[in-house]
Each structure stands twice: as structure tokens, then as C-alpha cells.
């Protein structure tokens, strides 16, 4: 069974950090792009950053880029998002993905294009 599993969630102060995991199991993730998303309340779900299989590039969200830093550890099957300068609107259920179909120059920013997802986890930044 596959499964993708979030941790690292939680309450945090404007200004500070938290770093999220996204343990995979059930299959090998190493030639899957992983990404981020997340989901505020009453709010659709939108992408954050996400990493290649390939060469390892990331990219992200205008709304986080500077401040978020994705990176994955093959070898323990696991993507993190380091994410700092945490702002009250960075408050979401954020949502860990993979892409089993990506190739090795496109970058998947919808959520059509992710086939495994986990149950998300909870980030909330207070003012």
C-alpha cells in the first residue's frame, strides 16, 4: 500500500520556523517529482514547492520562494520543506505529494498532475 505521511506541523509565532517531513512508503519514490501544497480555510488548495526527480531542481510559489527550502533524502524515501520567516497567512493544512508519471524537464505545479497524496498536516502562525 502506498502511503505518504506528513509530520512537523504546528504553532509557531510570526517570524519563526518549522520543518515538515513527508515520509513515503509501499513503492520506490526516488524517480517520482514530490511536491507541497496547501489548503487555508475557505480556500482552494494551491501549490507550494516541489522538487525533481531529475537533477533535483526546485520551484516554488512567488509566495513562498526565498523563504521555504524543499529537499528530499532518497535514500530514506522522505522529501522535507524547511520553512522560515513564517507569516500568519502561511497558515494552512499543508499537503505532501508525488508524481509517478513526471518526466525529466517539466515543472508540475497542479494538483491533477500528483497521483499519491497524504493526510496533510496543520500549520498555524500566530501574529
Known amino acids: 500500500q502506498v502511503r505518504l505521511v506528513e509530520s512537523g506541523g504546528g504553532l509557531v509565532q510570526a517570524g519563526g520556523s518549522l520543518r515538515l517531513s513527508c515520509a513515503a512508503s509501499?513503492?520506490?519514490?526516488?524517480?517520482?517529482?514530490m511536491g507541497w501544497f496547501r489548503q487555508a480555510p475557505g480556500k482552494e488548495r494551491e501549490f507550494v514547492a516541489a522538487?525533481?526527480?531529475?537533477?533535483?531542481?526546485?520551484y516554488y510559489a512567488d509566495s513562498v520562494k526565498g523563504r521555504f527550502t524543499i529537499s528530499r533524502d532518497d535514500a530514506k524515501n522522505t522529501v522535507y520543506l524547511q520553512m522560515d520567516s513564517l507569516k500568519p497567512e502561511d497558515t494552512a493544512l499543508y499537503y505532501c505529494?508525488?508524481?509517478?508519471?513526471?518526466?525529466?524537464?517539466?515543472?508540475?505545479?497542479?494538483?491533477?498532475?500528483?497521483?499519491?497524496w497524504g493526510q496533510g498536516t496543520q500549520v498555524t502562525v500566530s501574529s
Open positions: 505529494a508525488s508524481n509517478s508519471r513526471s518526466n525529466a524537464y517539466t515543472l508540475y505545479v497542479r494538483q491533477v498532475d500528483y497521483n499519491y
Open positions: 522538487i525533481k526527480w531529475s537533477g533535483g531542481k526546485s
Open positions: 509501499g513503492r520506490t519514490f526516488s524517480s517520482d517529482d
